[in-house]
């Protein structure tokens, strides 16, 4: 398996444009994570899905964001309109099972002009 | 508050030193893990345990439930294990699989 795939590596976008980011998970695994990482304050859950349902999306900074999980292969995070503070690194991460040891993807770089 | 602390927050070492970064938590768990996390940005995970001690090549990590204490060592270290390491638990009274992070500790190992 080639491990949890996310797409762009690095998006630069205006202020005020719609951003998507991509994840492809590992096959098989039934959780899929969002999480950010800033240098203010570090790695941060935004959302988590278990069977394609998300179950705790406390994490997501407010209505701007979204994220969908619509079928076990594919999960998209969204910003809408994207601010400068929304410039991070976004990581999504899979496992089977929940309680278990999670594999991160790459990381996309968002950058907000 | 459930938070996570590392310490220390940098750390340089010559290479061939025993290293070991330290993580304590506020109350109780059902697990922690430990990722490393390199320049270019990947994020690897390490260990997940829940008590007593693991080992992985170099890497040995251990905790005390007891104490709410972890540690992870690096044996003989080498300028590729150079990186970023941070510790994430899981607190037990968290319902679900929410991880909650340190802050990380950035390791410099020289050659």
């Known amino acids: 398996d080639a491990g949890v795939i996310q797409s762009p590596r690095h998006e630069v976008t205006e202020m005020g444009q719609e951003v998507t980011l991509r994840c492809k998970p590992i096959?098989?695994?039934?959780?899929l994570f969002w999480y950010r990482q800033t240098m203010m304050r570090g790695l941060e859950l935004l959302i988590y899905?278990?069977?394609?349902?998300?179950?705790?999306d406390s994490g997501m900074p407010e209505d701007r964001f979204s994220a969908k999980m619509p079928n076990a292969s594919f999960s998209t995070l969204k910003i809408q309109p994207s601010e400068p503070r929304d410039s991070a690194v976004y990581f999504c991460?899979?496992?089977?099972?929940?309680?278990?040891?999670?594999?991160f993807g790459q990381g996309t770089r968002l950058t907000v002009v | 508050k459930n938070e996570v602390e590392q310490s220390p927050q940098n750390l340089t070492a010559q290479e061939g030193e025993f290293i070991t970064i330290n993580c304590s938590y506020s109350v109780g768990i059902s697990a922690l893990h430990w990722l490393q996390q390199h320049p270019g940005g990947g994020i690897v995970s390490l260990f997940m345990l829940s008590s007593g001690k693991k080992k992985h090549g170099r890497l040995i990590a251990t905790i005390n439930i007891q104490e709410k204490h972890s540690s992870l060592h690096i044996t003989a270290s080498h300028p590729r294990d150079s990186a970023v390491y941070i510790c994430a638990v899981r607190f037990a009274e968290t319902s679900g699989s929410r991880l909650t992070f340190g802050e990380g500790t950035q390791l410099t190992v020289n050659p």
């Open positions: 096959s098989g695994h039934d959780y």
């Open positions: 899905f278990n069977n394609n349902v998300p179950i705790d």
């Open positions: 991460a899979s496992s089977f099972g929940g309680a278990t040891e999670a594999f």
